[in-house]
């Protein structure tokens, strides 16, 4: 098969499709970026050439050009997520004590959301557009050599251009169903997967809101062209109807099932 890469950005439902594309691929060599460029491509580079050849999938954090040509001429998709939505997901994802390289300085039992918000972290501000548009190992083209209209018009050119297939975080089960024509799948069901704790919601003020929305600003343009284009996308409304309705009874299809083998093992290790 043509090499496959999941182009993941931070915080749009990443590790839930990460599941699926393994289970549609289980047979396939895969290689996983982690987001740290020079070692990264230090762990790519250390592999065979037969090794390297033999990789059809390529997942992980890492911006449109990798400067690895197998991933770079793959098939590449993605999933875009309406960027408040996405900065308030990774703030919660700090707030739970998930993000192990921000915990000390931001411990949960004494979480300001004031203080990340003004922190400068770049998962704060408009990461879907510098993803788009980032060559990795080079300075961002979004802070030194383009103007926010520029950046826009890139990031939007590349998504449609480059990206081969791109998906809306707000329509997973619609985005699924897309891939699965698109890509010949067999039907994509899963189980949500690193979801927030809802015993322990962050909450938002306007301020909060107001201020994400200033700091992803590209984001919300490019965003908002996306779904656009996305909404004329045909889909096959009943297989999708089936799909939810089918994939809705999966978390209680699975404890019945481990409830059997449970029993199962109980008894015959007697």
């Avoid at 169903?177 to 799948?185: G, K, P, Q, R, T």
Wanted: hydrophobic letters at 35%.
């Amino acid at each position: 098969m043509k090499p496959l890469r999941f182009l993941h950005i931070p915080k749009t439902a990443g590790s839930t499709f990460k599941t699926i594309l393994k289970r549609q691929y289980p047979h396939e060599k895969c290689f996983e970026f982690t987001g740290n460029y020079a070692a990264d491509l230090k762990s790519y580079n250390e592999l065979s050439e037969n090794d390297r050849n033999a990789i059809s999938i390529f997942m992980g954090h890492a911006p449109i050009e990798t400067g690895i040509s197998n991933a770079d001429n793959a098939v590449i998709i993605t999933f875009l997520r309406d960027p408040i939505s996405r900065v308030k997901s990774f703030c919660q994802h700090v707030y739970e004590g998930k993000s192990p390289h921000l915990i000390d300085k931001y411990p949960p039992e004494g979480f300001d959301l004031d203080a990340l918000l003004e922190s400068g972290n770049q998962e704060l501000s408009n990461i879907q557009t510098r993803f788009l548009i980032d060559r990795w190992g080079c300075p961002s083209e979004l802070r030194n050599n383009l103007s926010d209209s520029e950046a826009i018009n890139t990031a939007v050119d590349n998504l449609f251009n480059k990206i081969s297939y791109f998906g809306i975080q707000e329509y997973f089960d619609k985005s699924l169903i897309y891939y699965s024509a698109v890509l010949n799948w067999k039907m994509p069901f899963y189980i949500s997967e690193n979801t927030r704790n809802t015993k322990k919601l962050l909450q938002f003020d306007n301020r909060h809101i107001k201020r994400i929305a200033e700091l992803n600003s590209l984001d919300l343009e490019v965003y908002r062209i996306a779904e656009d284009k996305f909404s004329l996308l045909a889909f096959n409304k009943a297989k999708l109807k089936w799909f939810q309705f089918v994939n809705a009874q999966l978390p209680f299809i699975m404890k019945s099932r481990q409830r059997f083998i449970g029993v199962t093992r109980h008894f015959t290790s007697r």
